[in-house]
C-alpha cells in the first residue's frame, strides 16, 4: 500500500512551507509502510503507545485503529507539532515531536495509515 502524505502548512502555526513532511509537496514518493513499521520500532513508540493492545504501557492511546480515524495530511502536522487534541483537558505526559523527516516521515505516515480498527 503507498500512501503520500499531503498537508497544508499555512495552518500549522509557525511553520513555513519549507519545514512540510516530504509527502505534503507535490511531487513526493509515496510512504512505504512496511519501512514505517520500522521507524515506528526505532523511534522507540512503542514505549507510549500499544498498538491493538499489544505493548506494555498505557501512557499514550492505543494507536491500533488511528488509521480509520485520521488520515495522512493530519499526521503529518500533528506528528511534527504535537498539540493536545482538547485543550481544555491537556493531557498528562506530552508528545514529543516525531525527529524523522522526509522520507523517512512519509514511512512512518504510511504505516500508521495501514492500523485500522478490527472487524
Request: with cysteine; net charge positive.
Amino acid at each position: 500500500m503507498a500512501v503520500t502524505a499531503r498537508t497544508a502548512t499555512a495552518d500549522v502555526p509557525g511553520r513555513s512551507p519549507a519545514e512540510a513532511p516530504a509527502g505534503a509537496k507535490a511531487g513526493a514518493k509515496a510512504g512505504d509502510p512496511v519501512k514505517g513499521e520500522r521507524i515506528f520500532t526505532l523511534q522507540k513508540c512503542t514505549t507510549c503507545h500499544k498498538v491493538n493492545g499489544k505493548g506494555a504501557t498505557t501512557l499514550g492511546p492505543d494507536l491500533g485503529a488511528i488509521g480509520s480515524r485520521r488520515d495522512a495530511a493530519w499526521l503529518g502536522k500533528f506528528l511534527v507539532k504535537p498539540t493536545p487534541l482538547d485543550p481544555a483537558k491537556p493531557p498528562i505526559v506530552k508528545m514529543e515531536a516525531v525527529k524523522v523527516k522526509g522520507q523517512d516521515l512519509d514511512d512512518l505516515i504510511a504505516y500508521l495509515l495501514t492500523l485500522k480498527a478490527r472487524k
